[in-house]
């Protein structure tokens, strides 16, 4: 587990804009399936 922490880390440190998009989009993808799964109710 810790080894996946530190892999991931070394990746923002190498990538921040790319790991800063992704984390933007997958926000965004996770606010529109909730807002829809509201909205059915």
């Known amino acids: ?3 996946g922490y530190a892999e991931v ?3 923002v440190r ?3 804009t790319e790991s800063l998009v ?3 989009g997958s926000g965004l993808i996770a ?3 909730v807002s829809l799964l509201l ?3």
Do not use: S
Request: aromatic share 12%.
């Open 1 to 3: 587990m810790r080894e």
């Open 22 to 24: 992704v984390c933007f």
């Open 39 to 41: 909205r059915w109710r």
């Open 14 to 16: 190498r990538h921040p």
């Open 31 to 33: 606010g529109v399936v």
């Open 9 to 11: 880390e070394g990746m």
